[in-house]
């Protein structure tokens, strides 16, 4: 029996040809070194061997041992580590273990001997992956989007503006895993702890929501400003966006009438104003006086609800001359 007389491997299905199972779900949580390259090249393998031991210890540290050892498809990046686990754990790796990362690093670079120093970038994602022990397990959608969020330029800016003697960690969640663990209330985070932003990478056709988490901020990280124009200029569009669809559903803001105010002014020989008027107003006569609020000028039907009092049409000085 020859080579090609094994069988060959079954070519896999076209998309959308025929229905079929989806992946089992994973939780994929991926780090990335910052300025890994920055380093001389001897120190690199130093960097790729402590990053799987941090994230180890810090595992255990938070009582998520269980979650390290029964990890799926780990793979080391050089300059970081991803891996897949069941994502009834995704609660916990966003709190406590983001906080017990920090804690750990912070320790390791206090300790640390010569000139290398760890800080890591964190994404954190959820999706269906193949998963049956095979070689090529973990990959697809899910996977690639966890690393187009670890390099998105929102948490790049993030890390990179904090202090490096404070901030250690800063973490990235896409939309569906802020949505089914922070949102949902199963987290030990409130939202509020969370930046909304849109990811993008340079130089790929990615843009997606995300959220951001930095457990111990420093610096100016407060500020929207460092994530750049772009950044805030879209987040402060969609909520302008959605603070008018919100007041136009409950008919406050500018869907809503101003209040009525009741109006009995005189100006210094002028007419009797009498009436009802929405809004400030500011009446001028042929005198010249005026009354703070909006200005109104010319006749002043339509503009001024009620009676108006008597209208006197040609000179109204003309019975003093």
Known sequence: MTEFDQPMPEASALPYSRSRHLPPYRGIVAVDAKDFTGYPAIEHGTISANVPQLLRLSFERAGLGEVWKDRRFPNSTGDGYVFGFDPAWMPFLIHPWLNTLQEVLTEFNVHSVGTVRIRLRVSLNIGPLPDDGGEFDGNGTPRNDTHRLLDSRPVKAMLAASNASITQVAAILSDRCYQDAVAGGYTGRH????????????GKRFDQRAWLYVPTPSGDLYDRRILGDA?????????????????????????????????????????????????????????????????????KVGTVNGNLGDIVHGDKNEHRR
């Open 191 to 202: 939202p509020d702890h969370f930046i909304e932003v849109p990811a993008t990478v340079e």
């Open 231 to 299: 950044v805030v200029e879209e987040q402060e569009g969609r909520e302008e966006k959605e603070g008018r669809a919100k007041r136009a559903a409950d008919g406050s803001g500018e869907q809503r009438r101003a209040p009525r105010t009741a109006v009995n002014q005189r100006g210094n020989g002028s007419n009797l104003n009498a009436g009802t008027v929405h809004g400030s107003q500011t009446v001028t006569n042929v005198r010249g006086d005026s009354y703070g609020g909006d200005r109104v000028e010319g006749h």
